[in-house]
Nanobody, 127 residues
């Protein structure tokens, strides 16, 4: 799966951004997709995921209630709506796909458990 992320930018605290990731090159059916992020000097951090049906979504605690993940299987895309952004949300955001193992937060937090990674999109939130 090739993943193309877009939608990053520079905003003020409290603003919103909507990230988009389009998948291509492989069947999209049944694939769990999601987002990681990496801030300067920090390790990659799981942000959110959504299952193929959309019935299950998971979020890291720090973004719960502010971020919403969704997918459009007809367009092979997922979105991450990010509201009430904070300076600590500043990072490069990566689209991921193909989770190995169970769909659980513990499993998803391990970046090595995702088969495909896209290029990052920068999100910068200033105070």
């Amino acid at each position: 799966v090739q993943l193309q992320a877009s939608g990053g930018g520079s905003v003020q605290a409290g603003d919103s951004l909507r990230l988009r990731c389009e998948a291509s090159g492989h069947t999209f059916a049944g694939v769990v997709m999601g987002w990681f992020r990496q801030a300067p000097g920090k390790e990659r951090e799981f942000v959110s995921l959504v299952t193929w049906s959309g019935a299950t979504t998971l979020y890291e605690d720090s973004v719960k209630g502010r971020f919403t993940i969704s997918r459009d299987n007809a367009k092979n895309t997922i979105h991450l709506q990010m509201d009430s952004l904070k300076p600590e949300d500043t990072a490069v955001y990566y689209c991921v796909a193909g989770l190995y193992g169970p769909t659980s937060a513990d499993n998803a937090r391990n970046a090595n458990n995702f088969a495909s990674w896209g290029q990052g999109t920068q999100v910068t939130v200033s105070s």
